[in-house]
């Protein structure tokens, strides 16, 4: 038997894409500042026109996931990092977005085989989600911790011949843009050989 465990020491540059929710900014903004930092003290380059993290910014929570499936797919990160904040409302539409925003966020990760991390703080009221993005603590550094921990633990199962994704052949959306369309379907191809 073989006991398999991520690290937060790297061996080599991880890539990492972070998709923020814009809105609920006062929230979001906290949540990266921590998320940053927490990749920053562990060698991450969080430079925006460096080559490690990619920032894609989005309307809101209920976007994040088809932007976050889409990084995914393109296989270009080690993983996704999910930022938001939904506050309750006085309307079941937060219990909607919610719900909806957790199941896709899973489903890319299900889906594509590389950690994506849930990051969107779900708070009764501004003050709880506050609390979550620095008051208390910042729930992002602990986002990033997360996304740390899997994209090496998915590396070393990946060195031992374990699947990639749940069910590859069954992906068939675009993602973003690279050289070539083809050039993704042999990627794919290639690592479910590996």
Known sequence: MAV???NFTPARALRFAIVIGRFNDLVVNKLLEGCQDCLK???????????????IWVPGCFEIPLMARQAALSHRYDAVICL????????PHFDYVCAEVAKGIAGAGFQTGIPVIFGVVTADNMQQALERAGIKSNKGWDY??????????????????????????????QALPVASTHKVAAESVAQQQD
Do not use: C, W
């Open 41 to 55: 003290r562990h060698g991450v380059d969080t430079n925006a026109n460096g080559t490690q993290v990619d920032y």
């Open 144 to 173: 990033a911790m997360n996304a740390l921990e899997m994209a090496t633990l998915m590396e070393q199962f990946k060195g031992n011949g374990s699947p990639l994704a749940y069910n590859p052949g069954a992906v068939t959306t």
């Open 84 to 91: 938001g904040a939904v506050i309750r409302g006085q309307t």
């Open 4 to 6: 398999f465990e991520g």
